[in-house]
């Protein structure tokens, strides 16, 4: 019927929303059960009229669910998600309950405190109207909100998966303008029809602050400028030749080493050496993988020496960069060093123009490598190759074919892995007759491959990638043919419209001038 349409409707409304915010499913998810529950108490129904409600309810969820396919399936392998979001950051410190109220998550560019209040206070009015749909949407308006605000102030509390809460208050900052706007829905009729007293220059007062609070917010920035969220800072880049390099053996990443005031705060990143696409640091690791990163990287940058330099070619590492701008401090200088003095690590010549500094790991380096003898013995327990592995069996870097993109392994002896510069837990596999998947270096996805050679397929998931699209666009097909509103034909609606005459009954006289 037309109630499960809607519920298809509102599904498919949900969909873009909880794609960039997954929160809204849960926000969503609760206002709806609480919704039904303070319906079943204000007005008793039947249960059948409950269950019927709560199948609604799950039609919207489970619509916009499957239209958002195969991405959707994140959220169940990873719930921290549904709090953390796409970009996950955890924030400094917990959010205040004023703070959440004021619409105030943190960060540069947050508008002023009285602009939390001037919306509070146009939001009110919805909680105070005489008439009864309008203050229930009100209301509803108002626990949206308040859910959002409880939502954010919990995520930055949970721990390892504590999130930003910008896109939660994002959720009450929306409730609250709706609010805003059902509470000023005729309020001048109403003002004109009561008497003069405190409302009136109240409901002015509010309004004139409505009004000029977006003015001088944009007035302020117009005259700060963006200094604050943005500033000025020498571009770095990498040398065209580097670039060039990463275009024609795709995979070759590039780690970047940028340290603090002091020697123990040094952050990094790995991004591909023909460049990274735009929030590509922003998106989480497997916590396994990053806490290796993240002792691997230690290891490299102290003056104790390691076989770090060697494992970073187990990761695809082809450059480390160290970046500096302008006059390079203390801390960049013995970070300097420290690279130099590395035995798996050459440096570049120095190009001033680029802003950075640059070594390149002697271990061959790429993508998709074949393994043999020593060095296919250490991955199976040590995190890297050591330097007699690598002089006695060195890794064999493999490139696709050209025709087949496939991966062709010669003959040779047995034992040998193929291994690839991808987490073995994601989607990465290694495909053909007679191999065995493995984990290399306890982190990446290989396989053992025959001693009569193989033609491997390396990819990331790709088929199920296609299958879970081609699902989505089905599920996208059905969601929107049972969300269509219902055809009647013309002669049905003239026939409907049409009075019918009732029989006259046996004993009704007959009419003068009719015949029997």
């Given at each position: 019927?037309?109630?499960?349409?809607?519920?298809?409707?509102?599904?498919?409304?949900?969909?873009?929303?909880?794609?960039?915010?997954?929160?809204?499913?849960?926000?969503?998810?609760?206002?709806?059960?609480?919704?039904?529950?303070?319906?079943?108490?204000?007005?008793?129904?039947?249960?059948?009229?409950?269950?019927?409600?709560?199948?609604?309810?799950?039609?919207?969820?489970?619509?916009?669910?499957?239209?958002?396919?195969?991405?959707?399936?994140?959220?169940?392998?990873?719930?921290?998600?549904?709090?953390?979001?796409?970009?996950?950051?955890?924030?400094?410190?917990?959010?205040?309950?004023?703070?959440?109220?004021?619409?105030?998550?943190?960060?540069?560019?947050?508008?002023?405190?009285?602009?939390?209040?001037?919306?509070?206070?146009?939001?009110?009015?919805?909680?105070?109207?005489?008439?009864?749909?309008?203050?229930?949407?009100?209301?509803?308006?108002?626990?949206?909100?308040?859910?959002?605000?409880?939502?954010?102030?919990?995520?930055?509390?949970?721990?390892?998966?504590?999130?930003?809460?910008?896109?939660?208050?994002?959720?009450?900052?929306?409730?609250?303008?709706?609010?805003?706007?059902?509470?000023?829905?005729?309020?001048?009729?109403?003002?004109?029809?009561?008497?003069?007293?405190?409302?009136?220059?109240?409901?002015?007062?509010?309004?004139?602050?409505?009004?000029?609070?977006?003015?001088?917010?944009?007035?302020?920035?117009?005259?700060?400028g963006a200094g604050r969220p943005l500033d000025r800072r020498v571009v770095v880049t990498l040398p065209r030749?580097?670039?060039?390099?990463?275009?024609?053996?795709?995979?070759?990443?590039?780690?970047?080493?940028?340290?603090?005031?002091?020697?123990?705060?040094?952050?990094?990143?790995?991004?591909?050496?023909?460049?990274?696409?735009?929030?590509?640091?922003?998106?989480?690791?497997?916590?396994?993988?990053?806490?290796?990163?993240?002792?691997?990287?230690?290891?490299?940058?102290?003056?104790?020496?390691?076989?770090?330099?060697?494992?970073?070619?187990?990761?695809?590492?082809?450059?480390?960069?160290?970046?500096?701008?302008?006059?390079?401090?203390?801390?960049?200088?013995?970070?300097?060093?420290?690279?130099?003095?590395?035995?798996?690590?050459?440096?570049?010549?120095?190009?001033?123009?680029?802003?950075?500094?640059?070594?390149?790991?002697?271990?061959?380096?790429?993508?998709?490598?074949?393994?043999?003898?020593?060095?296919?013995?250490?991955?199976?327990?040590?995190?890297?190759?050591?330097?007699?592995?690598?002089?006695?069996?060195?890794?064999?870097?493999?490139?696709?074919?050209?025709?087949?993109?496939?991966?062709?392994?010669?003959?040779?002896?047995?034992?040998?892995?193929?291994?690839?510069?991808?987490?073995?837990?994601?989607?990465?596999?290694?495909?053909?007759?007679?191999?065995?998947?493995?984990?290399?270096?306890?982190?990446?996805?290989?396989?053992?491959?025959p001693a009569a050679g193989v033609t491997a397929t390396v990819d990331a998931g790709r088929r199920s990638r296609?299958?879970?699209?081609?699902?989505?666009?089905?599920?996208?097909?059905?969601?929107?043919?049972?969300?269509?509103?219902?055809?009647?034909?013309?002669?049905?609606?003239?026939?409907r419209d049409e009075p019918i005459a009732d029989d006259p009954p046996a004993d009704a006289p007959i009419p003068?001038?009719?015949?029997?």
């Amino acid at each position: 019927g037309s109630g499960w349409r809607h519920a298809f409707v509102a599904g498919l409304a949900l969909a873009p929303a909880a794609a960039f915010v997954p929160l809204v499913w849960l926000v969503a998810g609760v206002l709806m059960l609480a919704g039904i529950a303070a319906a079943a108490v204000l007005a008793p129904l039947p249960r059948a009229a409950v269950v019927r409600r709560v199948a609604a309810a799950g039609a919207v969820l489970a619509t916009s669910f499957a239209v958002l396919l195969p991405w959707s399936w994140r959220l169940v392998a990873v719930p921290r998600l549904l709090l953390a979001g796409l970009t996950p950051q955890a924030p400094a410190d917990p959010l205040r309950g004023i703070d959440a109220m004021l619409l105030r998550p943190g960060g540069p560019a947050m508008a002023h405190r009285a602009f939390g209040v001037i919306l509070l206070l146009a939001a009110l009015p919805a909680l105070l109207r005489s008439h009864r749909e309008r203050r229930l949407a009100g209301m509803g308006a108002w626990s949206v909100a308040m859910a959002a605000m409880a939502l954010a102030v919990i995520g930055t509390r949970a721990g390892a998966a504590a999130a930003w809460p910008g896109p939660a208050l994002l959720i009450a900052g929306g409730a609250l303008i709706s609010a805003a706007m059902i509470g000023a829905t005729g309020g001048q009729v109403l003002l004109g029809r009561a008497s003069f007293g405190w409302r009136q220059p109240t409901a002015l007062l509010i309004a004139v602050c409505a009004l000029v609070a977006p003015l001088v917010a944009l007035g302020s920035w117009a005259a700060r400028g963006a200094g604050r969220p943005l500033d000025r800072r020498v571009v770095v880049t990498l040398p065209r030749y580097i670039v060039a390099q990463g275009e024609r053996q795709p995979g070759l990443r590039v780690l970047w080493l940028r340290p603090g005031a002091t020697s123990a705060d040094l952050r990094y990143s790995l991004t591909p050496l023909r460049g990274a696409f735009t929030g590509a640091d922003q998106l989480p690791a497997p916590e396994s993988l990053r806490r290796r990163l993240d002792e691997l990287v230690t290891a490299v940058a102290s003056a104790t020496g390691s076989d770090a330099a060697q494992a970073l070619a187990t990761h695809a590492v082809r450059y480390v960069a160290l970046p500096s701008s302008g006059q390079p401090t203390a801390v960049d200088l013995a970070l300097a060093g420290v690279l130099d003095a590395q035995p798996a690590l050459t440096k570049e010549r120095a190009d001033a123009a680029a802003g950075m500094a640059l070594w390149r790991v002697i271990a061959p380096t790429g993508h998709v490598t074949l393994l043999s003898g020593v060095a296919a013995r250490e991955a199976a327990t040590e995190r890297g190759p050591s330097l007699d592995a690598l002089r006695e069996n060195p890794p064999q870097v493999l490139e696709p074919d050209e025709r087949t993109g496939r991966y062709v392994v010669p003959p040779g002896l047995p034992g040998r892995l193929l291994v690839v510069s991808e987490y073995a837990g994601g989607r990465w596999r290694v495909r053909g007759p007679d191999v065995k998947a493995v984990r290399a270096w306890g982190w990446a996805a290989a396989a053992e491959v025959p001693a009569a050679g193989v033609t491997a397929t390396v990819d990331a998931g790709r088929r199920s990638r296609r299958t879970g699209l081609g699902l989505q666009a089905f599920a996208v097909l059905v969601a929107l043919v049972l969300a269509a509103p219902s055809v009647r034909r013309a002669e049905d609606d003239s026939a409907r419209d049409e009075p019918i005459a009732d029989d006259p009954p046996a004993d009704a006289p007959i009419p003068v001038g009719a015949s029997a």
